[in-house]
């Protein structure tokens, strides 16, 4: 583990990849690893991407990697996309600026199938951004469909997070009905060189004129991720929040954030990881039938198979 280790922090990619193989399955051997290299992380700008299926996340997190590369910058990205492109850090598809990035050794992918782990996808994600973090990238991108719960926990990791939101599809009003859109910092429409890009853009200005007074307002940008249009604008936007987050000191009060919801978020999995241990599945599937019988109400259920443990 040592020489792993020793290599990881001389930039070795090959170890990184191991390393984050190991972390990535929540394994006690990779938690050993999250460990060691842990007080080597915090110096990464961590960028959550996340929207809609089909609204260009993938295209575009790949030609803002190749922005930052431009700027002599280098990117960690994990996809937390079933269906993403990104495939065990290859990318498929046509698209051969993307390809390229592949070759870069300043850029590193990774892509996260859902798995059913108990505490949900969000630790694991998190674990594996920390790793990239203390290998010392500029950037790590993590992209994730906008969807549940796993999503705003990784906005709570991400410090800056982009909405890309996708012209002439109501996706976005959806989205931004179940609240979404308060978890932005940045607003993306992307496919800029559709008929509804103009439409949509004053759309969401509409909405973003009725938050609160006072209230930091996202800024709105167009991009055409395919032809990678408006990318230097998205960059600059982005260093923008960096700075806006730094002089009002919330940089600092994300990062207490973000380490007490892991902290109670590895702790809510531990303990439910030791009742399962604990707990025969006959008794579990007992108690299960009894609430849906209405013969036990669910609190008293988990209060029974939590006072297994907790004695
Ligand atoms: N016209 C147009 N198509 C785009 C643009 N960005 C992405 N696409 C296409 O939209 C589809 C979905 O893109 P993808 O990046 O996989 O979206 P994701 O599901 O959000 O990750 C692909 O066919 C892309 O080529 C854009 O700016 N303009
Ligand atoms: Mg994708």
Known sequence: MDELVQRFLSGDRRALARIISRVENGTPEGREYVRALFPHSGKTHIIGVTGGAGSGKSTLTGALAGEYRKRGKTVGIVAVDPSSPFTKGAILGDRIRMQDLTLDPGVYMRSMAGRGALGGLAPSIANVVAVMDAFGFDYVLV?????????????????TTILVNNPGTGDDIQALKAGIIEIADILVVNKADHPAADILVSQLRALLALSPAGSRRPQILKTTATKGEGLEELADAIAEHYQYLDETGQLAKHQEEDARHQVLAITRQIVLERIRAATPDEELEALVKRVAARELDPHSAAEDLAASVLI
């Open 143 to 159: 992209e994730t469909i906008g969807a549940g719960q796993d999503e705003v926990e990784i906005a709570a990791t991400a410090m």
